[in-house]
C-alpha cells in the first residue's frame, strides 16, 4: 500500500499524478488515448488506490510527455512543480504545456500555461485559450462570492452561468457551501493572476457540477513558427474553514516575503510645480518629522516641464529645480523619500515623444495629450529602466509609487495586451533586483493593477480606499481575500468624520497621512503625533500577523482582529449605530483559553486608554468583551491591544 506524502506522487504505472498539500489532494491523469481528466479535488486522501483510474476517451490531444521539477522545501527534497505537454495530433502545428505549481503550506496550486507554435506553419491562430478549468464535485447549495469591490451572488441554481470580467470585477471567486455552518464550510477559491481583461466563468450544469474557468476575456491570438505565449496564472485552493480560512491561505501564499514592517508614510499631494514649492515643501516635511511620519513621498509633477497632463511626463530624468536640496533636507530630517512615476505614459509635449514618436501605441484609444508607450519593444524598456535606475541613484529613493497606466487598444488581437502586460512585470522585477530594498508601491484607479503577479513584484497597492470612511472599510474586507493587510496602504485624509476614527481606518493595514498639515490645529496636532506613536507600537502586529473578521462590515458595524504570536490588535468600528439594538458583548478567538492576557483599548484619545485589565482568554472568547463606547455616536471606533503576559 503506498501512502500518499505531501508533494507531487505519480502513480506506478499510469499517467496520474497526485498534488498533495497539508490538507488537500488535487489528482490530474490521463486515459490510454491521451485524454487528461481532472480526476480529483478536495479534501487529503490517503492512498493512492483511493482514485478509480480514468477511463478511455478520445480527444484531439494527446498526453506526451511529462517533467518535474525538484528543489529544497522546509530542508527537505518535496516535488512542487509538474508540467505535462500536450501536441495538436489533428493539426500538429503546436505544443500545449500545463505548469502545476503546488503550495504545501497554504494548500494552493497554480496552473499556467504556454502555448508553442511547433510547426512549419508560418502563422497558427488560435481563437481561444484558458488558463485553467476546475471542476467541482455537485452540489445544490453552493453559492457563490466574487469580488467587485464589491458584489457577492446568492446560490447558483442548476444549469446557470456566471461570468466575472476584471474591468468591472476582481477575477476572484469562492464557492461555499451553504449547507454547513460558517465556520466550518468547505470552499473552493481562486483568483486569475493578471490586471488586464482577467476573466472567470462559473458554470452549474442540471446535475449540480460546477465547472470554473479561467484566463483572458475573448482571447485569440495568432503565433509565428518558434513562437509562444504565456497565458496568466490560475491560482486555486481548497479548505474547510470557510472564506476564514480561504482569506488566510491565499494572503499567506502571496505573503511569502522578508518580515520587515512598513514605514508610516505621507503623501501631502504637493503640486511641486508651484513657483513657491521648495519654501512650502520645507515646511511640510519639517511638520511631517515632527509628527513621528518616517517617509515622505512627492506625487506628481517633481520632473521640469510637468503641467498637469499637458507637457513633461516620460521625462523623468529631468528634475524641477533645486529638488535635490528638497531630497537632501527630507534625509537630514531623518525621513526617507519617495516618489510618483507612471513610466509608460507620455505626453505628446515632450522630449522623449519627440526624439521616439515610434515608441508609442498609436491605435490606442487614449484621449487628451498622453500616449502610451510600448513597453514591449526592447529600446523602451531599456530607457525605462535606465531613467528609473537615475533618478533612484540621484535622489537616494527607497520608495516609487508606479501608477499603472490601462491600455485600451483598437484591436481585436490579446498579443499586444499579453505581452505589454508581460513586459510591465519584468520591468518591476528588474527595478527590485537592482535595488532590493526598494519600495514599489503599484497604483491606479479603482483599484485595479493588484492581481498576485503583479503582487508578486510589489510591496504595497493602492486598493481605491482614499474614498468615505464606510466605502473604505469595504473596500479593505474584499481586498482582503487576496491581498495580505501589510500590502495595502490606508490613508488618513480629511474626511468629515472624527479623527480617531480615520486613524484607526488607518491601522487597518499600512498607515498613511494624506492632508494637509499646515491646517492642523494644536489640539488635532498632538493628536496625530499620539495615533502615529501607538501604531509604531503594533504595526507589527496588524502588518506581519493573520487578519480576521469578526464582524464583516455591515450599515452598522465592523470588527477586525489580527494576530501574531502571542499579540492580537482588534479595531472595531460603529457606523451608523441602531440605538433600539442592543450592542452585544465582542467575543474574540485565536487566543488560548487558560493564559492570561493584557487588555487595553483607546477610544478617543491615544494618550490613555479608557480600559486596562487582564482577562484570560477564555474569558475573551466566550463571555466577551463589552464595548459602551460604540454605542453613541455616529462613527465612533476603538483599538483594543490584546498582549499575553509573560508570566503566564
Same mark, same amino acid.
Given at each position: 500500500?503506498?501512502?500518499?506524502?505531501?508533494?507531487?506522487?505519480?502513480?506506478?504505472?499510469?499517467?496520474?499524478?497526485?498534488?498533495?498539500?497539508?490538507?488537500?489532494?488535487?489528482?490530474?491523469?490521463?486515459?490510454?488515448?491521451?485524454?487528461?481528466?481532472?480526476?480529483?479535488?478536495?479534501?487529503?486522501?490517503?492512498?493512492?488506490?483511493?482514485?478509480?483510474?480514468?477511463?478511455?476517451?478520445?480527444?484531439?490531444?494527446?498526453?506526451?510527455?511529462?517533467?518535474?521539477?525538484?528543489?529544497?522545501?522546509?530542508?527537505?527534497?518535496?516535488?512542487?512543480?509538474?508540467?505535462?505537454?500536450?501536441?495538436?495530433?489533428?493539426?500538429?502545428?503546436?505544443?500545449?504545456?500545463?505548469?502545476?505549481?503546488?503550495?504545501?503550506?497554504?494548500?494552493?496550486?497554480?496552473?499556467?500555461?504556454?502555448?508553442?507554435?511547433?510547426?512549419?506553419?508560418?502563422?497558427?491562430?488560435?481563437?481561444?485559450?484558458?488558463?485553467?478549468?476546475?471542476?467541482?464535485?455537485?452540489?445544490?447549495?453552493?453559492?457563490?462570492?466574487?469580488?467587485?469591490?464589491?458584489?457577492?451572488?446568492?446560490?447558483?441554481?442548476?444549469?446557470?452561468?456566471?461570468?466575472?470580467?476584471?474591468?468591472?470585477?476582481?477575477?476572484?471567486?469562492?464557492?461555499?457551501?451553504?449547507?454547513?455552518?460558517?465556520?466550518?464550510?468547505?470552499?473552493?477559491?481562486?483568483?486569475?493572476?493578471?490586471?488586464?481583461?482577467?476573466?472567470?466563468?462559473?458554470?452549474?450544469?442540471?446535475?449540480?457540477?460546477?465547472?470554473?474557468?479561467?484566463?483572458?476575456?475573448?482571447?485569440?491570438?495568432?503565433?509565428?513558427?518558434?513562437?509562444?505565449?504565456?497565458?496568466?496564472?490560475?491560482?486555486?485552493?481548497?479548505?474547510?474553514?470557510?472564506?476564514?480560512?480561504?482569506?488566510?491561505?491565499?494572503?499567506?501564499?502571496?505573503?511569502?516575503?522578508?518580515?520587515?514592517?512598513?514605514?508610516?508614510?505621507?503623501?501631502?499631494?504637493?503640486?511641486?510645480?508651484?513657483?513657491?514649492?521648495?519654501?512650502?515643501?520645507?515646511?511640510?516635511?519639517?511638520?511631517?518629522?515632527?509628527?513621528?511620519?518616517?517617509?515622505?513621498?512627492?506625487?506628481?509633477?517633481?520632473?521640469?516641464?510637468?503641467?498637469?497632463?499637458?507637457?513633461?511626463?516620460?521625462?523623468?530624468?529631468?528634475?524641477?529645480?533645486?529638488?535635490?536640496?528638497?531630497?537632501?533636507?527630507? /534625509?537630514?530630517?531623518?525621513?526617507?523619500?519617495?516618489?510618483?512615476?507612471?513610466?509608460?505614459?507620455?505626453?505628446?509635449?515632450?522630449?522623449?515623444?519627440?526624439?521616439?514618436?515610434?515608441?508609442?501605441?498609436?491605435?490606442?484609444?487614449?484621449?487628451?495629450?498622453?500616449?502610451?508607450?510600448?513597453?514591449?519593444?526592447?529600446?523602451?524598456?531599456?530607457?525605462?529602466?535606465?531613467?528609473?535606475?537615475?533618478?533612484?541613484?540621484?535622489?537616494?529613493?527607497?520608495?516609487?509609487?508606479?501608477?499603472?497606466?490601462?491600455?485600451?487598444?483598437?484591436?481585436?488581437?490579446?498579443?499586444?495586451?499579453?505581452?505589454?502586460?508581460?513586459?510591465?512585470?519584468?520591468?518591476?522585477?528588474?527595478?527590485?533586483?537592482?535595488?532590493?530594498?526598494?519600495?514599489?508601491?503599484?497604483?491606479?484607479?479603482?483599484?485595479? /493593477?493588484?492581481?498576485?503577479?503583479?503582487?508578486?513584484?510589489?510591496?504595497?497597492?493602492?486598493?481605491?480606499?482614499?474614498?468615505?470612511?464606510?466605502?473604505?472599510?469595504?473596500?479593505?474586507?474584499?481586498?482582503?481575500?487576496?491581498?495580505?493587510?501589510?500590502?495595502?496602504?490606508?490613508?488618513?485624509?480629511?474626511?468629515?468624520?472624527?479623527?480617531?476614527?480615520?486613524?484607526?481606518?488607518?491601522?487597518?493595514?499600512?498607515?498613511?497621512?494624506?492632508?494637509?498639515?499646515?491646517?492642523?490645529?494644536?489640539?488635532?496636532?498632538?493628536?496625530?503625533?499620539?495615533?502615529?506613536?501607538?501604531?509604531?507600537?503594533?504595526?507589527?502586529?496588524?502588518?506581519?500577523?493573520?487578519?480576521?473578521?469578526?464582524?464583516?462590515?455591515?450599515?452598522?458595524?465592523?470588527?477586525?482582529?489580527?494576530?501574531?504570536?502571542?499579540?492580537?490588535?482588534?479595531?472595531?468600528?460603529?457606523?451608523?449605530?441602531?440605538?433600539?439594538?442592543?450592542?452585544?458583548?465582542?467575543?474574540?478567538? /485565536?487566543?488560548?483559553? /487558560?493564559?492570561?492576557?493584557?487588555?487595553?483599548?483607546?477610544?478617543?484619545?491615544?494618550?490613555?486608554?479608557?480600559?486596562?485589565?487582564?482577562?484570560?482568554?477564555?474569558?475573551?472568547?466566550?463571555?466577551?468583551?463589552?464595548?459602551?463606547?460604540?454605542?453613541?455616536?455616529?462613527?465612533?471606533?476603538?483599538?483594543?491591544?490584546?498582549?499575553?503576559?509573560?508570566?503566564?
Amino acid at each position: 500500500m503506498i501512502i500518499l506524502g505531501t508533494g507531487i506522487t505519480q502513480h506506478t504505472i499510469h499517467p496520474v499524478w497526485f498534488l498533495v498539500s497539508k490538507n488537500t489532494t488535487y489528482v490530474v491523469g490521463s486515459t490510454t488515448e491521451g485524454t487528461l481528466l481532472n480526476l480529483y479535488w478536495g479534501q487529503r486522501l490517503l492512498r493512492i488506490r483511493d482514485i478509480e483510474l480514468p477511463v478511455s476517451q478520445g480527444t484531439q490531444y494527446e498526453y506526451e510527455s511529462h517533467r518535474t521539477l525538484v528543489y529544497s522545501y522546509t530542508q527537505s527534497m518535496s516535488t512542487t512543480c509538474l508540467v505535462i505537454v500536450l501536441k495538436d495530433k489533428i493539426m500538429c502545428t503546436y505544443e500545449v504545456h500545463l505548469k502545476y505549481s503546488l503550495d504545501i503550506e497554504n494548500d494552493t496550486i497554480t496552473r499556467s500555461v504556454t502555448l508553442l507554435n511547433t510547426s512549419q506553419v508560418e502563422s497558427v491562430m488560435i481563437p481561444r485559450a484558458l488558463s485553467a478549468t476546475y471542476y467541482l464535485p455537485p452540489s445544490s447549495t453552493r453559492g457563490l462570492v466574487s469580488r467587485s469591490w464589491v458584489h457577492e451572488r446568492p446560490v447558483l441554481l442548476p444549469g446557470t452561468t456566471y461570468t466575472v470580467h476584471s474591468e468591472s470585477h476582481y477575477p476572484y471567486f469562492a464557492m461555499i457551501d451553504h449547507d454547513q455552518e460558517y465556520g466550518k464550510s468547505e470552499v473552493y477559491f481562486g483568483t486569475v493572476e493578471w490586471s488586464d481583461r482577467g476573466y472567470l466563468e462559473i458554470e452549474v450544469s442540471m446535475d449540480g457540477l460546477t465547472t470554473i474557468r479561467g484566463g483572458l476575456h475573448a482571447f485569440s491570438v495568432s503565433l509565428s513558427t518558434g513562437d509562444h505565449i504565456e497565458l496568466p496564472r490560475f491560482t486555486v485552493g481548497f479548505t474547510q474553514d470557510g472564506l476564514t480560512g480561504a482569506r488566510r491561505q491565499l494572503t499567506r501564499h502571496n505573503n511569502e516575503k522578508e518580515t520587515r514592517v512598513h514605514s508610516v508614510l505621507y503623501n501631502g499631494w504637493l503640486n511641486t510645480t508651484q513657483p513657491d514649492v521648495m519654501m512650502h515643501c520645507k515646511e511640510i516635511m519639517k511638520k511631517a518629522a515632527g509628527l513621528g511620519l518616517e517617509l515622505f513621498i512627492l506625487d506628481q509633477g517633481w520632473f521640469r516641464r510637468w503641467y498637469g497632463d499637458r507637457t513633461g511626463l516620460g521625462d523623468h530624468c529631468k528634475l524641477q529645480f533645486g529638488l535635490k536640496v528638497v531630497a537632501d533636507e527630507i /534625509h537630514r530630517l531623518g525621513m526617507q523619500l519617495g516618489v510618483w512615476v507612471q513610466p509608460d505614459k507620455i505626453s505628446v509635449d515632450s522630449d522623449l515623444y519627440r526624439a521616439h514618436p515610434d515608441w508609442v501605441y498609436h491605435d490606442q484609444a487614449v484621449q487628451g495629450n498622453q500616449k502610451i508607450l510600448n513597453i514591449g519593444m526592447k529600446d523602451v524598456q531599456h530607457c525605462i529602466l535606465s531613467r528609473l535606475i537615475n533618478v533612484i541613484y540621484r535622489l537616494n529613493i527607497t520608495y516609487i509609487k508606479w501608477d499603472v497606466s490601462q491600455l485600451t487598444l483598437h484591436t481585436d488581437s490579446r498579443l499586444p495586451r499579453i505581452r505589454h502586460m508581460s513586459s510591465l512585470y519584468n520591468l518591476i522585477h528588474k527595478l527590485k533586483s537592482t535595488f532590493p530594498h526598494l519600495l514599489i508601491e503599484t497604483c491606479s484607479s479603482q483599484g485595479e /493593477h493588484i492581481d498576485l503577479q503583479m503582487m508578486e513584484g510589489v510591496d504595497l497597492s493602492e486598493s481605491g480606499s482614499l474614498g468615505q470612511p464606510d466605502a473604505q472599510l469595504v473596500t479593505h474586507y474584499n481586498a482582503s481575500f487576496v491581498i495580505p493587510p501589510k500590502m495595502m496602504n490606508s490613508w488618513v485624509t480629511h474626511a468629515h468624520t472624527p479623527l480617531s476614527y480615520r486613524f484607526h481606518l488607518g491601522f487597518l493595514s499600512t498607515l498613511g497621512l494624506s492632508m494637509d498639515l499646515s491646517t492642523l490645529s494644536t489640539q488635532d496636532w498632538e493628536t496625530c503625533k499620539g495615533w502615529i506613536a501607538l501604531y509604531k507600537q503594533i504595526r507589527h502586529i496588524q502588518q506581519l500577523g493573520t487578519l480576521d473578521w469578526l464582524v464583516v462590515p455591515t450599515h452598522s458595524m465592523a470588527v477586525t482582529q489580527t494576530y501574531h504570536e502571542q499579540e492580537s490588535v482588534v479595531l472595531a468600528f460603529r457606523t451608523n449605530p441602531t440605538y433600539s439594538t442592543p450592542l452585544k458583548p465582542l467575543r474574540l478567538r /485565536h487566543l488560548i483559553p /487558560h493564559t492570561i492576557y493584557q487588555v487595553r483599548i483607546w477610544h478617543l484619545d491615544p494618550s490613555s486608554s479608557v480600559y486596562d485589565n487582564e482577562l484570560s482568554g477564555a474569558s475573551l472568547m466566550n463571555r466577551g468583551l463589552s464595548l459602551p463606547y460604540l454605542k453613541s455616536p455616529t462613527y465612533s471606533s476603538v483599538v483594543i491591544w490584546i498582549k499575553k503576559l509573560s508570566n503566564t
